[in-house]
T-cell receptor, first 114, second 112 residues
Framework: GENVEQHPSTLSVQEGDSAVIKCTYSDSASNYFPWYKQELGKGPQLIID?????GEKKDQRIAVTLNKTAKHFSLHITETQPEDSAVYFC?????????????FGKGTHLIIQP | DGGITQSPKYLFRKEGQNVTLSCEQN?????MYWYRQDPGQGLRLIYYSQIVNDFQKGDIAEGYSVSREKKESFPLTVTSAQKNPTAFYLCASSIGTGSGYTFGSGTRLTVV
């Protein structure tokens, strides 16, 4: 089955700086890679996703890059703001969906320092 | 508005009791999932269902049970056989197995 590794587990950056969270996956058949943001006491919310036919996708201050050859993908947040503080999860899903759905990384706690 | 609703938000269980967590969605999604979240361990899959009247065990199904009698509903029962049930439980749904998830807001279960 799929295995997703996520790093770092905690990331502290100064407000206004950029943050980068990295994930690797094991199943070369995976073709869908979403990122979720979870605020304290709430459920995760989808913030951006990418499919394997695309190398990069941007939405305002957030972007995701995918390197299929190396089997890794990254989340980039620019001009960080206090409201970006949260736990971020990456996930991967193999071609055909996979019977049990998404495989998640263990999460990154992003802390924005004022 | 369409969405996925979990209830209750907080739940307390005495040892030896079974408790049921509710999950309802009005998104017309076929697939539904239950995850357990513990600090530092990410999201672990308990059970999933791709279609009404069918469900499969995930990675940590022991001590849990589910039903899927209606497309909209996927309740999770935490039985007395689950020795360490204190956790944050998340329900999710998706259009199909090739799509992303919509999550509920979670239920925090505490054993007292």
């Amino acid at each position: 089955g799929e295995n997703v590794e996520q790093h770092p587990s905690t990331l502290s950056v100064q407000e206004g700086d950029s943050a980068v969270i990295k994930c690797t996956y094991s199943d070369s058949a995976s073709n869908y890679f979403p990122w979720y943001k979870q605020e304290l006491g709430k459920g995760p919310q989808l913030i951006i996703d990418i499919r394997s036919n695309v190398g990069e996708k941007k939405d305002q201050r957030i972007a995701v890059t995918l390197n299929k050859t190396a089997k890794h993908f990254s989340l980039h947040i620019t001009e960080t703001q206090p409201e970006d503080s949260a736990v971020y999860f990456c996930a991967a899903r193999p071609t055909g969906g996979g019977a049990d759905g998404l495989t998640f990384g263990k999460g990154t706690h992003l802390i924005i320092q004022p | 508005d369409g969405g996925i609703t979990q209830s209750p938000k907080y739940l307390f269980r005495k040892e030896g009791q079974n408790v049921t967590l509710s999950c309802e969605q009005n998104l017309n999604h076929d697939a539904m999932y239950w995850y357990r979240q513990d600090p530092g361990q990410g999201l672990r899959l308990i059970y999933y269902s791709q279609i009404v009247n069918d469900f499969q065990k995930g990675d940590i199904a022991e001590g849990y049970s589910v039903s899927r009698e209606k497309k909209e509903s996927f309740p999770l029962t935490v039985t007395s056989a689950q020795k360490n049930p204190t956790a944050f439980y998340l329900c999710a749904s998706s259009i199909g197995t090739g799509s992303g998830y919509t999550f509920g807001s979670g239920t925090r279960l505490t054993v007292v």
